[in-house]
């Protein structure tokens, strides 16, 4: 799925993830590094998971495969909104009202955060396509994602996120801490305040993830933040692998691991390397932060073999 033809379905997309991400920030308490406003692949889709409301919770949920916003609260409510093509400014109009009748009712800042020009969303009539079959094909590249990006993870003692979906940038992203603090960040995306930036890097990190962007297909990226002398030019797998002095940061096409022998190696190899960078050449402390998550595993086939 080349990312050029459907371009005006992504940029559509990615203002309703916003609205339905600010949606969860309105309610959910402050995790450090904005953890508790992502979204998170789903068997269906993308969802919030269960986000508090009064005495109970609710959640809203992507399902690409019935094509349709779903809301449920744990009184037993049930809503949704069509996924076809509308405004971003009708979408919004549509899961403010389903929230009302729900009895979630809630207040969002309601513009875009990460881009530019960033149109309020009751007035922007401009994003307004929608193809279903590329949502679901966007769908299926981030749940290949996650699998591989959630096993990687595992291989991590130390602080690290979950494999989750940031709205703002519209990337599936999974972040691991070396433990020390990170010099202020310098930067900021547009639209989007300077302490937003400041909170999510915070702390020396090394991060990895996929986007919609960087290559034909979209790419898989790594970085480091404080990135350390000599980061750049780091010797890292695959061989479609490269630095890009524009993004600041490693990348891999999809298209380049979608058509490898092996495109979970592939991927791995990457993953691994690219940490690898900023862990090595950052002095962090890998013998504490790093564990097989296999270390189990003899132990566990015993019990089995012994229970009852």
Not at 8 to 19: A, E, P
Not at 22 to 36: D, E, F, G, T, Y
Not at 139 to 159: H, P
Not at 277 to 286: I, M, N, P, S, V
């Amino acid at each position: 799925m080349r990312v050029a033809d459907w371009a005006d379905t992504r940029d559509t997309l990615h203002m309703w993830t916003q609205i339905v991400g600010k949606i969860r920030l309105a309610h959910a308490p402050l995790v450090n590094h904005w953890w508790q406003v992502t979204l998170y692949v789903s068997p269906r889709g993308l969802t919030t998971s269960a986000i508090p409301y009064g005495a109970g919770a609710f959640d809203i949920e992507f399902d690409f495969l019935d094509d349709r916003l779903r809301v449920r609260t744990s009184d037993g409510g049930d809503g949704g909104v069509a996924l076809a093509p509308m405004p971003v400014a009708r979408f919004y109009a549509e899961v403010m009202a389903v929230l009302d009748e729900l009895g979630v009712p809630t207040r969002i800042h309601a513009r875009p955060n990460e881009v530019d020009p960033a149109i309020r969303f009751a007035e922007d009539d401009r994003h307004a396509s929608y193809d279903p079959d590329a949502a679901r094909l966007f769908w299926r590249q981030l749940l290949q994602a996650d699998r591989v990006i959630g096993r990687f993870r595992s291989r991590f003692i130390g602080k690290v996120s979950p494999v989750h979906f940031f709205w703002g940038s519209f990337d599936l992203a999974c972040t691991r801490f070396s433990g020390r603090k990170a010099p202020p960040h310098p930067g900021d995306p547009p639209n989007c305040p300077h302490y937003v930036t400041v909170e999510g890097y915070s702390h020396e990190l090394s991060s990895c993830g996929f986007w919609p962007g960087g290559g034909e297909e979209g790419a898989f990226y790594a970085y480091a933040y404080p990135e350390p002398d000599g980061f750049a030019d780091y010797p890292v797998g695959p061989d479609a692998a490269f630095y890009s002095r524009e993004n600041g940061q490693f990348l891999l096409p999809y298209e380049a691991v979608a058509t490898a022998p092996d495109p979970d190696g592939e991927l791995t190899e990457f993953l691994e390397t690219t940490y690898a960078a900023a862990a090595d050449l950052g002095g962090w402390d890998r013998a504490a932060l790093e564990a097989d998550p296999h270390r189990w595993d003899d132990q566990h086939h015993d019990d089995h073999e012994h229970g009852p």
